[in-house]
Structure formats: C-alpha cells, structure tokens
Nanobody, 121 residues
Framework: QVQVVESGGGLVQAGGSLRLSCAVS????????MVWYRQAPGKQRELVASITSGGSTNYADSVKGRFTISRDNAKDTVYLQMNSLKPEDTAVYSC???????????????WGQGTQVTVSS
C-alpha cells in the first residue's frame, strides 16, 4: 500500500507564511511528479505547483513569486513554502503523488487527505 500524508496547514494572518509537507510512504519504487492542488469553497480545484523527480517546477500565475515547491527525494517528501499569504489563498490543499511501484511499469496517482489553509484579513 501507499500512503500520502499532508501536514502544515493552519490559520495565519494575511502577509504571513506557512510550510506544507507531503510525505509518501509504503511500497514504492520511487516518487515521480508531485503536485499541490487547492480547492476553495464553491470553486473548482486548481493546480498550485508541481515538481518533477528532477526538480523542474511549475506554478500557477496566482502564486508565482510567493510560493516555492521543493522536494527531498531521499525522504519521498515534497514541500510547499507559502509566503505573503492572501485571504484568497484560503483553501484545502491536497498533494497528488505520481508513484512508480515495484513490478508496475507506469505511474499511479495517489492523493492525500488534504490540509486546510485559512488566511485571515
């Protein structure tokens, strides 16, 4: 089995910072692309940031310059450093992991349970 567990959410004032973590564990060969999504009440889920196994990153325009995605391949963990937070960043943030499992020759996507980020004005 594979587990994807996010942590680090919480309540912060506008202008503040939070660091989210997403740890993958279980029967995996390696973790490939890792993606952070978010969904605010009444809105569609949107991609926030992604990172490949080689470290290439991609960001939504709304978070460029404020958020930084990084990863520790030895720990199969991805991080999302969020600075200069705004009330519109309030959402449930979920981690999507593209995992290569032993004896399976393609990636399988796994999701975490999500972590709430609330930014007060």
């Amino acid at each position: 089995q594979v587990q994807v567990v996010e942590s680090g959410g919480g309540l912060v004032q506008a202008g503040g910072s939070l660091r989210l973590s997403c740890a993958v564990s279980g029967s995996i060969f390696r973790s490939n692309a890792m993606v952070w999504y978010r969904q605010a009440p009444g809105k569609q889920r949107e991609l926030v940031a992604s990172i490949t196994s080689g470290g290439s990153t991609n960001y939504a325009d709304s978070v460029k310059g404020r958020f930084t995605i990084s990863r520790d391949n030895a720990k199969d963990t991805v991080y999302l450093q969020m600075n200069s937070l705004k009330p519109e960043d309030t959402a449930v943030y979920s981690c999507n992991a593209h995992i290569r499992r032993p004896t399976i020759n393609h990636d399988i996507e796994y999701w975490g349970q999500g972590t709430q980020v609330t930014v007060s004005s």
